[in-house]
């Protein structure tokens, strides 16, 4: 069997699996939903990453069952603790996909994403948020990213539920007037958010806080100090991540690399990056503060094909040939 990387990124909201050659081809590409094994368990997320394995072994002209890649590369939100990267690493292994097999956190996919070597600093903000930095000498840091009981603040759904925060408290006069009141009214369709309350507690409405992040977002464009408040508390933390992880490695005071990604961060025309960008010109002035411009499984991809080894050129005609290419979307 030729050398091949089976790379699997695994989001909140989405899953993308790769085919690449060891020459940085890719023979294929699909994506389906999201699969994150703390929010569907273990056996879905194997279910899920099991039917796009085999959409994209057909794709490529390959057997569906059985070995299709010589290294799996699968790096999977929810994968955040090492005992969970372990714990997957051999339900994965079990599957036999391949011969080797590395599971690690998606985080780490978005920094090879977004640089040459892998090294420097990810800060993703999506659905959750998290930080991971590897050093020049292999030292890597990183953070639980449990939520609130690992303090995390930050994070699609976060800050979605905190625009209904704002405007709840708005209407009965425990918090300060907002244009977030009668943006969520407009949202929910609603005369009064005490009635979304209770509809909401006896589950006649289904609470989605990520549809209201984009709102919040508007409403901070639009003037609103607290909405806008909210969103130079989520610079302040992505900033403040990507500080503590660069002090911890010692690279306050080095040329390196720290990469932004997920819809929250990449989705604001640049309020936030442009932001957190000036905050960090302040503690790191040589750092390099970037949009990660390729999918992560990309980086998953990359990964792969740094653990075989694999040519410089292959890197180049990887990122080339993804550019050109659309994934297809699973219909299992």
Same mark, same amino acid.
């Given at each position: 069997m030729a050398d091949r990387v089976l790379a699997i990124d695994g989001g909140n909201s989405k899953t993308a699996v790769a085919l690449v050659d060891v020459e940085g081809r890719v023979l294929a590409q699909v994506r389906g939903p999201g699969a994150s094994p703390q929010n569907v368990g273990l056996p879905r997320s194997l279910e899920v990453?099991?039917?796009?394995?085999?959409?994209?072994?057909?794709?490529?002209?390959?057997? &569906?069952?059985?070995?299709?890649?010589?290294h799996t590369a699968a790096y999977l939100a929810g994968a955040?603790?090492?005992?969970?990267?372990?714990?997957?690493?051999?339900?994965?292994?079990?599957?036999?996909?391949?011969?080797?097999?590395?599971?690690?956190?998606?985080?780490?996919?978005?920094?090879?994403?977004?640089?040459?070597?892998?090294?420097?600093?990810?800060?993703?903000?999506?659905?959750?948020i998290n930080c991971v930095a590897v050093a020049p000498d292999g030292r890597t840091h990183r953070f639980p990213a449990l939520g609130r009981i690992s303090g995390d603040w930050g994070g699609g759904g976060h800050i979605g539920s905190e625009a209904l925060w704002l405007a709840v408290r708005a209407e009965d006069g425990r918090?300060?007037?907002?244009?977030?009141?009668?943006?969520?009214?407009?949202?929910?369709?609603?005369?009064?958010?005490?009635?979304?309350?209770?509809?909401?507690?006896?589950?006649?409405?289904?609470?989605?806080?990520?549809?209201?992040?984009? =709102?919040?977002?508007?409403?901070?464009?639009?003037?609103?100090?607290?909405?806008?408040?909210?969103?130079?508390?989520?610079?302040?933390?992505?900033? =403040?991540?990507? &500080?503590? &992880?660069?002090r911890r490695l010692e690279l306050l005071a080095e040329p390196v690399d720290v990469v932004l990604g997920g819809g929250v961060l990449t989705g604001t025309n640049g309020?936030?990056?442009?932001?957190?960008?000036?905050?960090?010109?302040?503690?790191?002035?040589?750092?390099?503060?970037?949009?990660?411009?390729?999918?992560?499984?990309?980086?998953?991809?990359?990964?792969?094909?740094?653990?075989?080894?694999?040519?410089?050129?292959?890197e180049l005609r990887l990122r080339t040939a993804y550019e050109s290419q659309v994934p297809v979307e699973a219909t299992g």
């Open positions: 990453f099991g039917d796009l394995v085999a959409e994209v072994a057909r794709l490529a002209g390959l057997r &569906s069952t059985g070995p299709v890649a010589t955040d603790l090492p005992k969970e990267e372990e714990d997957l690493r051999a339900a994965i292994e079990g599957l036999g996909w391949s011969d080797t097999t590395v599971v690690g956190n998606d985080t780490f996919a978005l920094l090879r994403a977004g640089t040459s070597d892998g090294i420097g600093v990810a800060v993703v903000c999506g659905a959750g918090g300060e007037p907002t244009a977030l009141l009668p943006a969520v009214l407009a949202h929910y369709g609603a005369r009064t958010l005490a009635e979304v309350v209770e509809r909401l507690h006896f589950e006649e409405l289904e609470f989605d806080p990520h549809a209201l992040c984009p =709102l919040l977002f508007e409403v901070a464009a639009a003037g609103d100090a607290v909405a806008r408040a909210v969103v130079d508390r989520l610079v302040e933390e992505v900033a =403040l991540l990507a &500080s503590v &992880s660069l309020v936030v990056v442009d932001a957190v960008r000036d905050r960090l010109r302040a503690v790191a002035p040589l750092a390099g503060v970037r949009v990660v411009d390729v999918p992560p499984v990309v980086g998953a991809a990359l990964l792969g094909l740094d653990a075989l080894g694999a040519p410089p050129v292959a």
